[in-house]
């Protein structure tokens, strides 16, 4: 009696895996589900000047995005921009304000931009470079 029903288990055990084997199965993730990280974006970038220092200021939505900040600067016109300053990114969600000072040089005028170092490693800049006179 004990081997007929241990058989009888083994078969309804088979007879299960038989019929699931069959089966399509549809993945809790697939590509179409996946959505991008929509990236940090730079709403609002502008400078002041004081105590013989200049100070940009940035406001950036979608801020768990980014990674970093490169603050760039050119004093020839914007030729040419150097990195002057690496500003790390909070993991705050949704927006942030950032803000950078160096002291004003004696040259006529500067160029500022920012580069966006996104934590996906993307690179993006901000289409508004600041000149300050």
């Known amino acids: 009696m004990k081997t007929r029903f241990l058989l009888s288990l083994i078969g309804l055990f088979m007879l299960t895996l038989t019929l699931n084997a069959g089966q399509q199965t549809t993945p809790l993730i697939n590509e179409d589900s996946m959505q991008k990280a ?12 004081r105590n013989e220092r200049i100070y940009l200021h940035w406001t950036v939505i979608d801020n768990q995005a980014a990674d970093k900040f490169e603050i760039e600067k050119s004093t020839d ?3 040419t921009f150097k990195s002057v300053a690496l500003v790390f990114g909070t993991d705050k969600d949704d927006w942030a304000d950032y ?12 160029s500022y931009r920012i580069k966006i170092i996104q934590k996906d490693q993307s690179i993006q800049y901000h289409p508004i470079t600041l000149e300050v006179r």
């Open 38 to 49: 929509v990236p940090a974006t730079i709403l609002q970038f502008d400078y002041s000047i």
């Open 99 to 110: 803000k950078f000072y160096e002291k004003k040089k004696n040259s006529r005028y500067a």
């Open 77 to 79: 016109g914007g030729e």
